[in-house]
């Protein structure tokens, strides 16, 4: 009974005191409950792409947002994974829990690769040579289409469980967990991995970070490294859930929609990608529903990123809670909007 109580009393000040993290349970909870929401197939679907997009755009988010190295081609990450899992599973035949880890693992490689022209570029000129990578690969598919199926890609390959259930869970999970770690890889105020705040000292200042005496090229080739490998389990996920990839996986449109997700969410927090691709793809998806939303989905995707760009610049989600909570001036504790006094020093919150 004492260990209840003082569970509950934990759940009370860590959880239930600060309006982010409930809104994160309740999260938490929709997305374990879903299948017993609704057992509709269709929206299932939707909600599993939509976990694994968020992979993806968090794996954007720890490369771009928090190291500042911009990556416009972010697609090849993702369709290198998808084609290695489909040439794996078709050819050999092996598991989609060995072949999920060996295309994160060429994802990894492939970002070290392309980390290389970002030791001497910054900016819009590493985006440049980042967008020209997806276009080389896409080249290389076609000249070899007769292993990797040129313009119609490869289908057939085995779904990650028979049953649809099943496999919500499982991307589900993999979907957390992935979110936990790119989280605590970023976290500035982390103290056991420090990599954190030495990438935010990157982003905001490169020279100043190296005069410092931080080896900045090995922190990019960090980040690159697990911003690879997590595109890469997207990547995996999505060629097994889908059981076909293409060249779409590689085009330059996919590059730019995580970009777009991510600013729409708000960039450098994690959770904003998650927000924004929760947000922005069911919506478009359940308008494709009607006959009258396939043809004009798009211009309301566009229509809502202008709006939102317009009032919130920062993005949705640091606007929410920018709203919903407020900092203590004195002992920095997290407190909600409506109480006059800190919850833990009890000095006045403006």
Same mark, same amino acid.
């Given at each position: 009974?004492?260990?209840?109580?003082?569970?509950?009393?934990?759940?009370? =000040?860590?959880?239930?005191?600060?309006?982010?993290?409930? &809104?994160?349970?309740?999260? $938490?909870? $929709?997305? $374990?409950?879903?299948?017993?929401?609704? *057992? =509709?197939?269709?929206?299932?679907?939707?909600?599993?792409?939509?976990? &694994?997009?968020? +992979?993806?755009? @968090?794996?954007?988010? /720890?490369?771009?947002?928090?190291?500042? *190295?911009?990556?416009?081609?972010?697609?090849?990450?993702?369709?290198?994974?998808?084609?290695?899992?489909?040439?794996?599973? &078709?050819?050999?035949?092996?598991?989609?829990?060995? !072949?999920?880890?060996?295309?994160?693992?060429?994802?990894?490689?492939?970002?070290?690769?392309?980390?290389?022209?970002?030791?001497?570029?910054?900016? @819009?000129?590493?985006?440049? /040579?980042?967008? !020209?990578?997806?276009?080389?690969?896409?080249?290389?598919?076609?000249?070899?289409?007769?292993?990797?199926?040129?313009?119609?890609?490869? $289908?057939?390959?085995?779904?990650?469980?028979?049953? +649809?259930?099943?496999?919500?869970? !499982?991307?589900?999970?993999?979907?957390?967990?992935?979110?936990?770690?790119?989280?605590?890889?970023?976290?500035?105020?982390?103290?056991?991995?420090?990599?954190?705040?030495?990438?935010?000292?990157?982003?905001?200042?490169?020279?100043?970070?190296?005069?410092?005496?931080? %080896? !900045?090229? %090995?922190?990019?080739?960090?980040?690159?490294?697990?911003?690879?490998?997590?595109?890469?389990?997207?990547?995996?996920?999505?060629?097994?859930? @889908?059981?076909?990839?293409?060249?779409?996986?590689?085009?330059?449109?996919?590059?730019? =929609?995580?970009?777009?997700?991510?600013?729409?969410?708000?960039?450098?927090?994690?959770?904003?990608?998650?927000?924004?691709?929760?947000?922005?793809?069911?919506?478009?998806?359940?308008?494709?529903?009607?006959?009258?939303?396939?043809?004009?989905? =798009? +211009?309301?995707?566009?229509? +809502?990123?202008?709006?939102?760009?317009?009032?919130?610049?920062?993005?949705?989600?640091?606007?929410?809670?920018?709203?919903?909570?407020?900092?203590?001036?004195?002992?920095?504790?997290?407190?909600?909007?409506?109480?006059?006094?800190?919850?833990?020093?009890?000095?006045?919150?403006?």
């Amino acid at each position: 009974m004492i260990y209840l109580k003082l569970l509950y009393g934990w759940i009370r =000040q860590e959880i239930f005191a600060i309006p982010g993290r409930i &809104i994160a349970l309740t999260f $938490f909870l $929709f997305l $374990f409950l879903g299948p017993f929401i609704t *057992q =509709q197939p269709y929206f299932l679907r939707i909600i599993i792409l939509t976990c &694994i997009f968020g +992979i993806y755009a @968090m794996s954007w988010d /720890v490369l771009s947002g928090f190291t500042g *190295q911009l990556s416009l081609g972010h697609a090849l990450f993702f369709g290198v994974a998808a084609y290695t899992v489909a040439l794996l599973d &078709i050819y050999l035949h092996w598991s989609p829990w060995l !072949t999920i880890p060996i295309g994160g693992v060429l994802s990894v490689l492939s970002g070290l690769f392309v980390c290389l022209p970002a030791l001497r570029l910054r900016g @819009m000129y590493l985006g440049l /040579v980042t967008l !020209t990578f997806p276009i080389i690969l896409t080249g290389i598919l076609y000249i070899f289409s007769d292993v990797t199926g040129g313009e119609l890609g490869l $289908f057939g390959m085995r779904s990650l469980s028979s049953s +649809i259930t099943l496999a919500y869970y !499982t991307v589900a999970i993999i979907f957390l967990i992935s979110a936990y770690i790119m989280y605590k890889v970023t976290d500035a105020e982390d103290k056991f991995l420090r990599i954190g705040i030495i990438l935010h000292a990157i982003r905001e200042d490169e020279i100043a970070a190296r005069s410092s005496g931080i %080896r !900045t090229n %090995r922190y990019k080739f960090i980040a690159f490294a697990v911003s690879g490998f997590f595109a890469g389990v997207a990547g995996g996920l999505y060629t097994h859930f @889908m059981r076909v990839t293409g060249p779409s996986t590689l085009e330059l449109f996919f590059s730019f =929609q995580v970009i777009l997700w991510v600013i729409f969410g708000s960039t450098a927090t994690i959770y904003g990608p998650v927000v924004g691709v929760f947000i922005l793809y069911p919506v478009t998806e359940i308008i494709s529903i009607f006959a009258w939303g396939e043809p004009i989905r =798009q +211009i309301i995707f566009a229509l +809502i990123l202008i709006l939102a760009l317009f009032f919130m610049p920062e993005g949705i989600s640091v606007w929410i809670l920018d709203k919903l909570e407020v900092k203590c001036p004195r002992c920095k504790l997290i407190n909600n909007f409506i109480r006059k006094k800190c919850r833990a020093c009890r000095a006045e919150l403006k």
